[in-house]
């Protein structure tokens, strides 16, 4: 059974950083892309970043030279490394696996605050 | 990059069909055949119901169905049963990037 499952989020200042992860299994971890997808509050979708299979990253302009996405294959591990965050980064974060240009199994999430 | 537009929300009867819209540009549902639809009830994550603009992933009733015209793209629920109430994104694939819709809420009536 393929599981997703996100860590690492919390409450930080305005321009604090924080470490997300997000632990695959059930799966052939460093065959698949993998994104983080994130959600705010009562809003909609927004796609963060992605990293293929052979390490390239994607991200959109909104958190690019801010955010950067890396994975570990031999922990079957995504992470996301969030600096100089914003109120507006507050949502909650979630990884999931690219099938092609799309996303078949995703995570529960873990939120993430930015707030003095 | 602009998000793509969506109705707000939509409504029907059980039995009933309904047609969710998302309109984009030649940069992204147009230039692309790489439109993906997804269900997310409250509370919970996202999934996924059309891939690749028309294709179901293994598990969803065939009463969801994607198509595309130009820069719009739709998804089609027939036969609406009470559990799709929920509320529903489309996302197109832009050259390195992802755009996503707005969101509909789908009401059964």
């Known amino acids: 059974e393929v599981q997703l499952v996100e860590s690492g989020g919390g409450l930080v200042q305005p321009g604090g950083s924080l470490r997300l992860s997000c632990a695959a299994s059930?799966?052939?971890?460093?065959?698949?892309?993998m994104h983080w997808v994130r959600q705010a509050t009562g809003k909609g979708l927004e796609w963060v970043s992605a990293?293929?299979?052979?390490?390239?990253?994607y991200y959109p302009g909104s958190v690019k030279g801010r955010f950067t996405i890396s994975r570990e294959n031999a922990k079957n591990s995504l992470y996301l490394q969030m600096n100089s965050l914003r109120a507006g980064d507050t949502a909650v974060y979630y990884c999931?696996?690219?099938?092609?240009?799309?996303?078949?199994?995703w995570g529960q999430g873990t939120l993430v605050t930015v707030s003095s | 990059q602009s998000a793509l537009t969506q109705p707000r929300s939509v409504s029907g009867s059980p039995g009933q069909s309904v047609t969710i819209s998302c309109t984009g540009t030649?940069?992204?549902?147009?230039?692309?055949?790489?439109v993906s639809w997804y269900q997310q009830h409250p509370g919970k994550a996202p999934k996924l119901m059309i891939y690749?603009?028309?294709k179901r992933p293994s598990g969803v009733p065939d009463r969801f169905s994607g198509s595309k015209s130009g820069n719009t793209a739709s998804l089609t629920i027939s036969g609406l049963q009470a559990e799709d109430e929920a509320d529903y994104y489309c996302?197109?694939?832009?050259?390195?990037?992802?755009?996503f819709g707005g969101g509909t809420k789908l009401t059964v009536l």
């Open positions: 999931a696996r690219g099938r092609g240009s799309s996303w078949d199994y």
């Open positions: 059930g799966f052939t971890f460093s065959s698949y892309d």
């Open positions: 990293i293929g299979t052979a390490g390239d990253t």
């Open positions: 030649s940069s992204d549902v147009g230039g692309y055949n790489y």
């Open positions: 690749d603009v028309s």
């Open positions: 996302c197109s694939y832009a050259g390195s990037i992802w755009v």
